[in-house]
């Protein structure tokens, strides 16, 4: 038995040698044939775009591959930058692609991108980001020459980092009030006159302002403590992460006005849902956001206007200004200086961007045609002029959250101990007082 | 040769060609994350369709690739980001970050804001030549070379023959003129050209105008930063300051840390800040404890309701059965995330439908409206309310098709034996649910544990934790928590730091799981593996 | 009499029916707040009105007449990435369970919990290992690069084996081996056992988990956004995601439209497949 089985393994193993010799046969023939393709696509692979040597005195009469722009933009300014590059493709001959980058990733795209090779020459994003992709090198400072003449400060402000400008600004937003026109006639300019408009109408709420109601919002709670002195951080030509300045006298002054606005019913405790509906089923008098609610808005007959003063000081609402950037990684920033300076920085394209996506212009020229235009458009523009932008600094990331949650504790009046913790909070100013101590601790802890 | 034999050959042949194909070019591309999956899996794939032996991993295989691929190599990724700096500053490699600071510029007061047209011409030799109109008393003329040249003086000469009487342009007959498209054919050797003013001053094409003249803007003629590499020494020319390599991935000027920086190895050093670092410890604390909490209730909730849903509904004779099953498991056809915001709105404390709906028997009990996302036991109620409505469906999935597994001759046979249904249930059908369903709890709980999606839709962490050292609320769980982390403190970005906290949650996620899974296999000594 | 049948019929079918009704509402509710948000002018989740004050269809109108929301193929690369992804999830997940089930080999158990245990790593970081991933090979073979379905669906399939085949392998369990057996007398190889007797017994919990993939997959939109940045290549969740919401002011009512329209053929699938998973074996059918 055993004879018959030993014969058979090695018959076995024989065959089974044999499959194998067949095999690597039939596969080192193949691989041959594909490697000696493989070898030719090496050489390719890599790509040098080698600039085409012109023949003197005639142009090219074969085109070499002509240069290329990839642009991230998000989809409203793609959708419609789309139908305007065709024109500058054909008066430059060159190729250009829009790639539709979601806004709020925008900012790890790039990071992530750019140093891997995979990067655009040319994105679309906010102004806040600014101090990061410098600070990541990914980037390249944009001298705005002449143009920059034509641009509001507040934009070149917002994008201004260690005394360059890093891109070209085309639009700014901040918040202003909206008010119920059909109970009242505009928004009066102090507080006090608010509440009593408010109580004339007799309508539930008062003016419905988000970043209360469980909802932390610094971005909307910004005039309520910046705008008698209060800042976040200090600005001196850049913003300086070592100036925090929420716990000053105008700071806390502010936000202790807004306890009593609070207590006295004026300012409500919202957030941004519950500050919609009410204006929207007309138990709010008012609303204080920005210009995109106004399709929200219109449910009402609205009208827009400035948030009332502090302490007899223009509200400062904070400024967020969108640009174009030049990705620091393009292997071609002439021309992608060339496509900003010379083409997206015009009246016609950036009017043919509003139309798609209105946004307050932050070109002077191009604001004075929509201003006459859009009258509510004005009004946001005037209270944007009297905002700063949101510190561009990396820093600014530990902000958001002690800033939202102090001034939800003054708006939802949640005042006492925390269990937890053991902190004790019981004026606006504690408020303000914690939330700059945590503020610098993250700064300096990281 | 049997033929299946003969297809996997040749499927085998096919295939190694392929990545022999593939691999050249992957080295050309220096992409070596996907030449090290590469390897592996040609690796994996030869070693088992090769032999006939190992008849179990040619099954496997195919979902093993994907998950190597996809699920340990981005883990594997992960985990060695731990081990670096990566934060704001620090994203580049060193050859990157030198390669910015040696592209950055500087103007010299004089040469701010000057700006001017710029021509550019071609000779015969089919070299570029820069005529720049500074103004009428500077048409300055001269060769453009790359910085490597700049050392052989080739200054620009004032040529005022080069306009005409009317302001335009007229050159000698040797050189032609460039138009805009021209210009932009070449724009790539253009940047990398520039004109010689004076010692100091150099002009460069600075916008290619298709509709006008094209511009340049004066620059100094030295880089601002140099880099020295025999030294490892970064040389600022505007300042003359020797910059020497700082240990945390920089370069020092005179006190000051240069961005960019690059990403170096850090050793354990993210994982000792999380033990150590005095300010993560009382927020930690909170959050490990209600992840816990979180997961586990969740898991409890959701598979209680599937059960109930599924035992209720396991009746052969009973009416509508169809409608009640397919209507159980419509709330998985909406998209969560559009769900968990719906779930937002109806859970609004002053306006949703809920606190409205809810009015009378709030009166009748004489409570005040349940003030949701406003207090911590609201929100953490509701987080898992939510998280209850949108996994019911799944465990009502899973316990309806495992209950269909029970043999029904036992539970027959229990009758038999004079068992009450709910004796029957609970003694047989019960233990043999878990029994089969224990790793899907398990996994539920992994799940939860890392729910991010739910908690940064429904909450963003929740209401604040007043006064605590980092920013962090009460239905923050370790994920969200890290998230935070992550995007704030110190200078953002910081993933080295993430990594190293996901890290963590992973080891925690799989020592429960493990124990769990030590626990199950009792429980299936105990009811056999049927 | 009648009490005491009343009470009978009760015990018996009453309290389910009663449960069943229950959780109906439960579950219908906030579908129904959608489908009629969907028709309402002024479309608002936050607000308390289940009827709205105004009708009109013109969030329907917008998915449908707008070529800058290519709405309809959204719907088809949705059903199409979920559909294939979903099925051949399925299929590799229940290779790999055959053979933790009925090939016996050492270090089974352990492996199987391994598989189930490495999809656990939170995948915080792992979309950025992903995305560079995916640059290296679109560089390398564009068609399953960045950008494409095919790229999508492949990550997708990392989740094939793990969960899947711990729950079909404790399925398969179930299925005797006197099955197995009679085929082997009959001379079948294992590839034969498999599609001839123990996949098709195991249909139930492969349906079961077909639609459990599907709808996870139906519902992702962070790695779709990794990969997709055409509009003309987005799902559902993902154009919905950018295309109507923004940092403050979501379209509800185009959300609301869309999750409707791309609901129903889900919904009518999840009736027809119903009878799949019910409708099934009992293990102890066939004896020896």
Partial sequence: MSEYTYINEREYMKSNKLRFIVFLLMFSMIAIACGGDATEETSEAPETTEAPQETLAAPATTAPTPEKLVIWAEEKIAIALEPLVGAYESAAGVDIEVVIYDFGAIKNDVLTAGPAGEGPDLFVGPHDMVGEIVANGVVAPLDLGSIASDIFDVGITAFSYGGDVYGFPYATEAIAMYYNADLVDGVPSTWEEVKAACDAAGT??????????????????????????????????????????????????????????????????????????????GRSLFWMTGPWARNDAAAVNYGVGLIPTFNGNPATPFVGVRGMFVSAFSENKVLAQSFILDFFSTVDVQAAMYAQDPRLPATKSLFAVVEAQDPIAAQFAASASNGIPMPNIPEMGNVWGPVGDAMLIIRDQNYGTNEDTGVTVNSAADAMKLAAQQVRDAIAGG | MKFSTFVRYLFLAVFNSFI?????????????????????????????????????????TPGMIFLLSFVVFPAAYSFYVSFTNWSTGHILTKQQAIERLEDMTFTNDNQKGVEFDLYILQDQDLDFYFLADLDPDKLLFGKAIKKEEYSQVFYATHEPSFKDLNGNISIPDEYYLLSAKEQIANSS???????????????????????????????????????????????DNVNNLECNLGNRGNFICDGETIDPGWRITVGTENYKRIVEDERFRGPLRIVTFWTFQFAFFAVLATFFIGLLLSVTLNKESLKFQKIYRSIYILPYAIPGFISILVFKGLLNPDFGLVNEWFAPVYELFNIEPINWFRTKASSRTAVLLVNAWLGFPYMFLITTGALQSIPKELLEAAKVDGATSRQSFWRITFPLLLVSISPLLIGAFAFNFNNFTLIFLLTSGGPPIVGADVAVGYTDILISFTYDLAIAGGRGYQFGLAASVTTIIFLIVLLISAISFRYSKRLERVYGNL | MEIYKFTNWFKEFGWRHLVGLIFVTISLYPILYVITNS???????????????????????????????????????????????????????????????????????????????????????????????????????????????????????????????WLIKGFMDTIPTSLDEAAK????????????????????????????????????????????????????????????????????????????????????????????????????????
Wanted: charged share 15%; glycine share 10%.
């Fill in chain 3, 185 to 288: 007398v009959d001379g079948a190889t294992d590839f034969q056992i498999f599609y001839k007797v123990v996949a098709p017994l195991s249909r139930p919990i492969i349906v079961v988990l077909f639609v459990i993939t599907f709808i996870g997959i139906y519902s992702d939109y962070i790695l779709a956004a990794i990969f997709l940045k055409d509009a003309n290549l987005y799902t559902v969740a993902l154009g919905i995601n950018i295309v109507f919401m923004d940092d403050f002011a979501n379209e509800w009512g185009s959300i609301a439209a869309a999750s409707v329209i791309a609901a129903t053929p889900i919904a009518v699938l999840f009736i027809f497949f119903q009878k799949q998973i019910t409708g099934g074996l009992t293990a102890g059918s066939v004896k020896g």
């Fill in chain 2, 189 to 235: 050797e253009l940047q990398d050209l520039a004109l010689l003013i004076d010692k100091n001053t150099r002009v460069q094409l600075y916008n290619i105008s298709v509709f006008g003249a094209s511009s340049g803007r004066l620059l100094s003629a030295q880089q601002k930063y140099s880099y020295y590499a025999e030294a490892d020494i970064l040389y």
């Fill in chain 2, 20 to 60: 022999i194909y593939l691999v050249p070019v992957t080295i050309a591309f220096e992409s070596w994350f996907l030449l090290t999956i590469i390897i592996i899996i040609s690796f994996l794939i030869n070693i088992t369709y090769l032999t006939n032996r190992l008849k179990p991993l040619k099954w496997i």
């Fill in chain 3, 39 to 165: 028709f309402a002018d002024f479309a608002n989740l936050q607000n308390s009105k289940l009827i709205p004050d105004s009708f009109t269809t013109k969030h329907y109108a917008s998915l449908i007449g707008d070529p800058l929301i290519p709405y309809f193929k959204w719907l088809l690369n949705t059903y199409k990435i979920a559909g294939i992804a979903g099925f051949l999830n399925v299929l590799l997940g229940t290779f790999a369970a055959y053979a933790f089930a009925r090939l016996k080999f050492k270090g089974r158990r352990v492996g199987l919990i391994t598989l189930v245990l490495v999809q656990m790593f939170p995948s915080f970081l792992a979309f950025v290992a992903i995305y560079l991933l995916f640059f290296q090979i679109g560089d390398v073979a564009p068609l399953i690069g960045l950008g494409t379905h095919t790229g999508l669906i492949m990550v997708y399939l990392g989740g094939s084996i793990g969960f899947n085949s």
């Fill in chain 1, 204 to 281: 539930e709420l008062c003016v419905g302002a988000p970043g209360g109601g469980g909802g932390g919002d610094a971005y909307h709670n910004h005039p309520f403590f910046a705008s008698d002195g209060g800042y976040i951080f200090k600005f001196d030509g850049g913003f300086d992460p070592n100036d925090v300045g929420l716990d000053n006298a105008g700071a806390i002054a502010s936000a202790e006005y807004l306890d009593s606005l609070v207590k006295n019913g004026t300012v409500a405790s919202t957030d941004y849902g519950a500050s919609m509906t009410a204006f929207q089923e």
